[in-house]
């Protein structure tokens, strides 16, 4: 019997074995693979939350800000309107203050006197 012949059924057996390891790998590969894809996908749903109460945080922030600027709009608005009421005041004190200057030059004391 040649040598090759009586090496066969060895040959076979490692083969087998080699079968059995590499199907055993590859099943504990799958198992590693889909624990993984679970904790990514709750990785994946935690943050997906995360970034839906980042959004929710700066569109309110974006809502105080709008109303922070109507404000500031409505007091510029009343502070251009003060400021043009006080240049009148102030021109009509002026004025008053120029009439009274002349009145008392020109010896005018009250007006009344005069009607």
Do not use: C, Y
């Not at 889909?34 to 970034?51: P, Q, S």
């Not at 109507?70 to 005041?89: C, F, N, P």
């Amino acid at each position: 019997m040649p040598l090759w012949s009586r090496k066969r059924p060895q040959l076979k057996w490692l083969f087998k074995e080699a079968e059995t390891r590499d199907a055993t790998t590859l099943k504990e590969a799958e198992a590693r693979a889909a624990k993984e894809l679970v904790e990514v996908n709750a990785d994946r749903t935690k943050l997906n939350k995360v970034v839906e109460e980042l959004q929710a945080e700066v569109q309110s922030r974006v809502t105080i800000l709008e109303e922070v600027t109507s404000r500031v709009i409505e007091a510029e608005t009343r502070a251009r309107q003060a400021e043009e009421a006080r240049d009148g005041l102030a021109t009509s004190l002026s004025r008053v203050t120029e009439d009274h200057a002349w009145m008392h030059q020109h010896g005018i004391g009250h007006v009344s006197t005069l009607l």
